[in-house]
């Protein structure tokens, strides 16, 4: 599985971003995706989880409420629609695929993509 992330840009504080994940293959449907985040000299911090089927998410407890994940199968694509947007939500936004529901782990995911990045102004 190939992945592309997009979607990233400059936005003020309140703002909202959709950010998109396109996969390349015919297995995407069989794969469960997460989004992750790094900022500038930091680790890479679990974002949010979707099930294969769209049926589960799984949010960190500092975006939920906030941004939603979701995933269209047909289109071989997953989204993240991030609403009032935070500075400390700046940061490279990359996703991922594993064969794991709801891995919340890095380590658990097999296919990243290349990130884009989320700028957030105060």
Same mark, same amino acid.
């Given at each position: 599985? *190939? $992945?592309?992330? @997009? %979607?990233? %840009?400059? +936005? *003020?504080?309140?703002?909202? $971003?959709?950010?998109?994940?396109?996969?390349?293959? =015919?297995?995407?449907?069989?794969?469960?995706?997460?989004?992750? !985040? *790094?900022?500038?000299?930091?680790? !890479?911090?679990? &974002?949010?989880?979707?099930?294969?089927?769209? %049926?589960?998410? #799984? #949010?960190?407890?500092? &975006?939920?409420? =906030?941004?939603?994940? @979701? =995933?269209?199968?047909?289109?071989?694509?997953?989204?993240?629609?991030?609403?009032?947007?935070?500075?400390?939500?700046?940061? +490279?936004?990359?996703?991922?695929?594993? =064969?794991?529901?709801?891995?919340? $782990?890095?380590?658990?995911?097999? #296919?990243?993509? *290349? %990130?884009? $990045? &989320?700028?957030?102004?105060?």
């Amino acid at each position: 599985v *190939q $992945l592309q992330a @997009s %979607g990233g %840009g400059l +936005v *003020q504080a309140g703002g909202s $971003l959709r950010l998109s994940c396109a996969a390349s293959g =015919r297995t995407f449907s069989t794969y469960n995706m997460g989004w992750f !985040r *790094q900022a500038p000299g930091k680790g !890479r911090d679990f &974002v949010a989880a979707i099930k294969w089927s769209g %049926g589960s998410t #799984y #949010y960190a407890d500092f &975006v939920k409420g =906030r941004f939603t994940i @979701s =995933r269209d199968n047909a289109k071989n694509t997953v989204y993240l629609q991030m609403n009032s947007l935070k500075p400390e939500d700046t940061a +490279v936004y990359y996703c991922a695929a594993t =064969r794991i529901t709801l891995a919340t $782990l890095a380590s658990s995911y097999d #296919y990243w993509g *290349q %990130g884009t $990045l &989320v700028t957030v102004s105060s």
